[in-house]
């Protein structure tokens, strides 16, 4: 992972020991070991064009700031915006262009390019300078690191654990030790094996080359930098970064969250993130985890570091080693700085195609197509209204949107996974975002409504026949109209709801028998939806159609109260609302009568 922002391996060890110590003093989750990430490699190596360094060290301050403004804003609540679809969709997408990235090294080729379709483009045009020692190596060890993956589940004795001998339990431990450090493993004996021929004047394989050894000097990140000839501002800088800046917090929040739900059985609310420890019953504050995070990366600019997140392959080996407590990361802090003293002359020795193998085997279990059918088993339903539907059942009508299944989760699934391939990581991710906001959107602005024509208990004394349609039935009740939203009225939604009850109070209704609007649902209302209000309630008068809000909050009842809307009736219980439906009753037949003795004296 380590030369997927540039060929100096040096900035990869630099931005693994400065957020270890700082996570073991702010952060709350044991098995997040703060590191480098590929995905935040790959965003990072992206949006440098090729730029050297120093821009990678300003992300990473700056991302730091981000983040820790969000928490202390308590912006978490902004994750919950980035789907499941959405982040398999990412995450897939940045896994095939690491490994994309990655096969020039594995066939010992050498190009510029970092973009999916270019790498690609330039494979072919380089195909025929495949060097053969390279390309056998990278492939050999990425089928050894695959192999040894599956050590750890090789059973030694029997499934009870406490009925194994110590020598079955010794092979199971070195088994499992042997695959958790497979990447080590094959790198060393690659390097061994690299020396062994430099030794004997051969060299057979593109080796890694030189990296700085040392520690690098504590000092502020640059804030300003020269490349060639050209010197860039603090300005110029940050703009040429562009939303990187933005994206990339994102998904470091985002990383360490789905670590900590890996590894804890969890919740997810808006502002607070609670994480129930099996062993302990500790909590862990979204707001403490994002302090932690912009802690590590603001104080690992310092000492030219990448930006830097919870990586969740790390954290399975931290989890599955029995780290306690977040004091694990002192331990890995100071085997780098060790590494960085003791071990980067050797490191030259180490053959690109060994380490593009070791990322290529890591991250093609990044690519989540197992997700991809229970995606498409999740129909969800589309609210789609493609006009008045009417469904008769009995002697009951009800009034009802078209239902339409469809496989939405896969649609910002791709788009977001196109999006990341063929464009940027960073806009495929916004892209898929948006595409979710715009189904809440929809949701929000296109309610079911449920119609029916139902009959109160109460028995309505008052009778009459107009020319085709009858009102009330004596013998039943009170017949009126029963119209039922879903959710709360607000500005999106009000003209579209407005229109349906319009629509069902005519045609269905007759455009005589009373309405009723059950408001259970109804938690909150806008001005807008208000307004909206007062002009249904004005249509309906008009008409001399009766309209009645039941079961309205108090707060509804105010905003509507607000623009002063006539005729506004409302009722708390079904008593209210039979006295309602009576008075209307009465009234509506002392009109018909009128109407009915002026008809008979114009005929005599």
Not at 309 to 337: C, D, P, Q
Not at 403 to 425: G, M, N, Q, V
Not at 501 to 506: L, P, S
Request: with cysteine; aromatic share 10%.
């Amino acid at each position: 992972m380590l030369d997927l922002i540039d060929d100096r391996c040096a900035y990869g060890l630099y931005s693994s020991f400065m957020a270890c110590f700082v996570y073991t003093i702010f952060g709350s989750c044991k098995d997040s070991p703060v590191g480098p990430t590929a995905i935040a490699a790959i965003l990072t190596r992206e949006n440098l064009h090729g730029l050297g360094p120093e821009f990678a060290v300003l992300m990473c301050f700056l991302c730091g700031c981000v983040v820790m403004l969000m928490g202390i804003l308590q912006l978490g609540f902004l994750i919950d915006f980035i789907s499941g679809p959405v982040s398999v969709g990412f995450t897939s997408a940045a896994a095939i262009i690491i490994a994309t990235t990655q096969i020039k090294d594995l066939l010992g080729l050498s190009f510029p390019g970092s973009k999916f379709l270019d790498v690609w483009e330039q494979l072919f045009e380089h195909i025929s300078e495949t060097r053969l020692w390279d390309t056998l190596l990278g492939f050999a060890c990425m089928a050894i690191l695959l192999l040894l993956r599956k050590a750890k589940d090789i059973p030694v004795g029997p499934a009870d654990t406490n009925k194994r001998t110590t020598l079955q339990k010794v092979l199971g431990q070195m088994l499992w030790l042997i695959s958790t450090g497979r990447n080590i493993l094959v790198v060393v004996v690659c390097a061994v094996m690299a020396y062994t021929f430099k030794l004997h004047d051969v060299e057979p394989f593109l080796l890694t080359g030189y990296v700085k050894p040392g520690l690098p000097p504590f000092q502020p990140p640059p804030f300003t930098a020269t490349v060639g000839n050209t010197t860039y501002s603090f300005l110029d800088m940050t703009s040429s970064l562009g939303s990187a800046l933005f994206v990339v917090p994102l998904l470091a929040i985002l990383e360490n969250v789905a670590l900590a739900k890996v590894f804890y059985d969890s919740l997810l609310c808006l502002h607070f993130l609670v994480l129930s420890n099996a062993a302990d019953g500790r909590a862990i504050d979204a707001t403490q985890e994002m302090l932690a995070i912009g802690a590590c990366n603001i104080l690992s600019s310092f000492v030219s570091s990448m930006p830097v997140s919870g990586a969740l392959s790390r954290g399975a080996v931290n989890h599955a080693s029995g780290v306690a407590t977040t004091f694990g990361g002192i331990y890995t802090g100071i085997l780098v700085i060790l590494s960085l003293y003791l071990f980067t002359p050797y490191f030259a020795y180490i053959p690109k195609a060994s380490l593009a193998a070791v990322i290529v085997a890591a991250v093609v279990f990044m690519v989540e197509f197992h997700v991809v059918k229970p995606m498409w088993r999740t129909k969800s339903e589309l609210n789609c209204h493609f006009g008045s539907v009417f469904r008769s059942y009995m002697s009951i009508k009800i009034f009802c949107l078209l239902h339409l299944p469809t496989e939405l989760d896969l649609i910002p699934a791709i788009a977001t996974f196109l999006s990341c391939l063929f464009i940027r990581l960073e806009l495929g991710i916004v892209i898929g975002i948006g595409i979710n906001i715009l189904f809440l959107l929809y949701a929000s602005a296109r309610p079911s409504v449920h119609v029916e024509k139902v009959t109160s208990g109460s028995i309505c004394s008052y009778q009459f026949t107009l020319s085709e349609s009858h009102i009330f039935q004596s013998s039943s009740g009170c017949e009126y109209l029963l119209i039922t939203p879903d959710r709360s009225l607000v500005f999106p939604s009000v003209e579209y709801v407005r229109n349906l009850v319009t629509k069902a109070g005519m045609k269905e209704g007759s455009s005589c028998t009373p309405v009723v609007i059950d408001s259970r649902h109804i938690q909150g209302a806008d001005f807008t939806a208000a307004k909206g209000i007062k002009s249904l309630i004005e249509d309906f008068v008009k008409r001399n159609q009766p309209i009645l809000f039941y079961n309205l909050k108090p707060s509804v009842v105010e905003v509507f109260q607000g623009v002063q809307p006539k005729e506004f009736k409302h009722c708390h219980n079904e008593a209210e609302l039979n006295e309602l439906l009576k008075e209307y009753a009465k009234k509506l037949s002392q009109r018909n009568s009128i109407q009915i003795n002026e008809i008979n004296g114009r005929q005599l």
